[in-house]
């Protein structure tokens, strides 16, 4: 046991923290609790007006211009409603481009001069709200002094009541948009490109025969991998604080080698705060399935069922902002951080994405027999097309300065963005390739040797955890997001790309049965160029192999390391016109969204320095000092005691203290060197100039850690952080 007071203290703290209760309240079964807290359609159909239900439910599930006339009826009923929830305020709630949930909250009452108040909520004040624009970030669209923003409700995405000890509040989704009309905000793209999308799938839909298809959507099941950490030894780490990752501290001696952690016993700590934040979940409607440890220690995740992208994407929000908020309740601190813990797996968010409709079902699942579902190849084709020419665009969707430390690793797939495709749809392209498909590798029968256990049926292909788009059965797995990021940016890159897929899908074949070809010549004629063009991007093999990084720069294959590589990505000509032609960006936008990531990887990267600095010399030197010091005393008391001394143990410190000092004057150096530096000039600064001097701080840091006496070491170690909970 440690000594260090700061550590023991801490320790002890954890040792005695009794969690709260986990219980459902009496005769309460969770499917009752599922959307208790939720303005859906079961309400609205019970509160509303038949016909301005029934313009509702037109605008949510055909996309139909919403009515301005029910705003009234719907805004008294959802105040009705809220009001018996308990709320007695309610915000809009939006997503601006820090990454975060906004809201500004207003009170339902309103004075009327006698010493009374009264509980209103107009339409107009649901459709329409107006919060300051100019401290969020806008990458150049709105100069400082020019403030208004509004927020617009997003019907798609029903309201709910967030309940808190001190008071409920109503809250409504919606977008977020400067006076010009440009895009603030994250859901206003998610919108927009879901609309691109739709037309485009429609298209392809009525070209196989279907009349008058209804909208189709993309659907959304996000993975969520985040820590627990206990909330003493999160305050007591400045980095963990401040950065939501450890600037520094040495690899335990058992770290994750072993595996033993992943889908292992879920601790009763752990499994309480999971109870409690799934119950949270249950009741704003937000369909949290399954739960489990992860591979690192400390580590976890809860996987959602699937949902349409704009509302999944809210969801996911706000999943992050309840997770935060219970495991507060429960003494520990959540963490989605993409890489919290140097030398053991990070988190990510990965996103399974697919397409369909309640007409048509799942686009994109292959059936029995793939080779014969034309529809089904042509949206997986599709699929190949669009991350073959837009691959770049798919990696800047994940860019950020934390998930740069998680790509590439042993737990994320390479900044190399390729399809995994899997042994059955490999097969059956390779035939198209080569003139037509007329086979499907069919599933087999796993013989497990063991007369009471049934034979298991076994799919036709394995998976891969190394591909960062992997066709998964019925769906893609984007496995690169990371897990602090709204899943929004990578939704609706795919939304686009996927809409300029299945324009050029529909372009062709409605040209080619202009002219007189048959349909289905015309979709194998489609399918063969498709995959002869950018069958490139498809890769069955480990993407973490060096090889591959040679063979993928051979196939034309982008290979974006860093952030400072990918963000250009965002304003090439190509991408420019892309997001322009479908009505998903203006340039304006784009530019803008270039600037803020530029400006959002410097800040992260400055913050970091800073912290670093600050806790290398103010906590991590003196300890290394005083310990020095220890030595030193003891080695001249032996020599005045005519003793020989051995030194060993002085010179072992010695040489990474010297280091240490070094590195801080380095990195001091290297914080104020950057100065004149503008744009993707002083992101590349801070990657090739900042970064390398955290890293030689660290490093002498580290090497202390395993040093200096432990009485005398003020921060919490990995072997504490990630083992006691």
């Known amino acids: 046991m440690t000594s260090n007071p ?101 009170s339902f009452l309103d004075p009327v001069g006698d010493g009374t108040a009264l509980a209103s909520f107009s339409g107009k004040t649901l459709v329409q709200g107006e919060p300051d624009a100019s401290s969020f970030p806008n990458g150049g669209l709105r100069n400082t002094f020019e403030a208004r923003g509004y927020t617009g409700w997003d019907v798609m995405s029903p309201a709910y009541v967030l309940e808190n000890p001190n008071g409920n509040t109503l809250c409504i989704p919606t977008v977020f948009i400067s006076m010009t009309g440009e895009a603030l905000d994250h859901k206003t793209p ?73 889908f292992g016993a879920i601790p009763e700590r752990v499994l309480g705060f999971m ?50 908020a219970v495991a507060k309740k429960h003494g520990m601190e959540c963490l989605f951080h993409e890489k919290p813990f140097a030398g053991v797996n990070g988190s990510g968010k990965h996103v399974n994405f697919s397409l369909g409709n309640s007409e048509q079902g799942n686009l994109l699942l292959p059936g029995d027999t793939p080779h014969e579902n034309a529809q089904f190849l042509v949206f997986c084709a599709a699929v190949i097309r669009a991350v073959h020419l837009y691959g770049g665009l798919l990696r800047v969707s994940v860019a950020s300065a934390s998930n740069d430390h998680r790509l590439g690793a042993n737990e994320a797939p390479p900044a190399i963005i390729s399809i995994f495709l899997g042994d059955q749809l490999a097969d059956v392209f390779d035939q198209i390739a080569k003139g037509g498909a007329t086979r499907s590798k069919e599933k087999g029968t796993l013989m497990i040797g063991v007369d009471t ?112 590589d990918a963000l250009p990505e965002l304003i090439t000509p190509e991408a420019l016109e892309l997001f322009e032609k479908y009505g998903v960006f203006s340039e304006r936008e784009m530019h803008s969204r270039y600037e803020i990531g530029i400006e959002q990887y410097v800040m992260t990267i400055g913050v970091e320095a800073n912290l670093t600095l600050e806790i290398g010399s103010t906590t991590v030197l003196p300890a290394a000092i005083r310990y020095q010091t220890e030595l030193a005393s003891n080695v001249a008391a032996l020599k005045a005691a005519g003793v020989e001394a051995d030194t060993s143990t002085l010179e ?22 950057g100065h004149g530096l503008e744009g993707i000039d002083e992101a590349a600064y801070c990657r090739d100039t900042v970064l390398p001097a955290m890293s030689a701080v660290r490093a002498a840091a580290d090497e202390l850690e395993g040093l200096v006496a432990d009485d005398l070491w003020p921060l919490p170690t990995y072997q504490e952080m990630l083992y006691i909970l």
């Open 6 to 106: 700061v550590r023991l203290q801490a320790i002890t703290s954890v040792e005695a923290f009794v969690p709260p209760p986990v219980t459902f309240d009496p005769g309460e079964e969770p499917g009752e609790v599922f959307g208790q807290n939720v303005f859906s359609l079961t309400v609205m159909q019970k509160r509303l007006p038949k016909s301005v239900y029934k313009s509702v439910l037109t605008t949510i599930e055909k996309s139909a211009p919403l009515d301005p006339a029910v705003a009234d009826a719907v805004a008294s009923a959802m105040k009705d409603w809220a009001l018996e929830k308990g709320a007695t305020h309610y915000a809009h709630v939006f997503y601006p481009l820090t990454g975060l949930t906004a809201e500004k909250h207003d």
């Open 190 to 262: 998610v919108l927009r490109s879901q609309q691109a999308m739709s037309l485009q799938a429609k298209r392809v839909l009525t070209l196989f025969g279907h009349e008058a298809p209804e909208n189709v959507v993309a659907f959304c099941g996000p993975e969520q991998e985040y820590f627990l950490v206990d909330r003493h030894f999160f305050n007591a780490r400045p980095d963990l604080l401040n950065a939501g990752r450890t600037l520094l501290g040495a690899k335990p001696p058992k770290g994750q080698e072993f595996d033993d952690h992943y």
């Open 275 to 324: 109870m409690d934040t799934e119950r949270e979940l249950f009741k704003l409607g937000i369909p949290a399935k399954t739960r489990h440890n992860e591979v690192a220690p400390g580590q976890f995740e809860v996987a959602p069922m699937f949902e349409r992208a704009n509302e999944a994407s809210d969801h996911q929000q706000l999943t992050m902002t309840t997770f935060r």
């Open 453 to 564: 256990l049934p034979d298991l049926s076994k799919d036709p292909g394995d998976r891969n955890r190394t591909s960062p788009f992997a066709f998964t059965g019925n769906r893609f797995e984007f496995r690169a997001p990371g897990s602090l990021q709204t899943v929004a940016g990578p939704m609706v890159v795919l939304n686009t790309i996927m809409a300029e897929a299945l324009d050029h899908c529909a372009t062709v074949l409605e040209a080619a049965v202009a002219d007189g070809t048959d349909f289905d010549e015309a979709v194998q004629q489609l399918l063969t160029a498709i995959i002869s063009d950018h069958g490139a991007v498809i890769f069955n093999g480990n993407g973490y192999s060096e090889e591959w990084q040679v063979e993928a720069a051979q196939r034309g294959l982008k290979n974006l390391r860093t952030t400072v």
């Open 652 to 673: 072992e410190v010695t040489a990474p203290l010297g280091a240490l000092r070094a590195g801080l004057a380095a990195l001091s150096s290297a914080i104020g060197g």
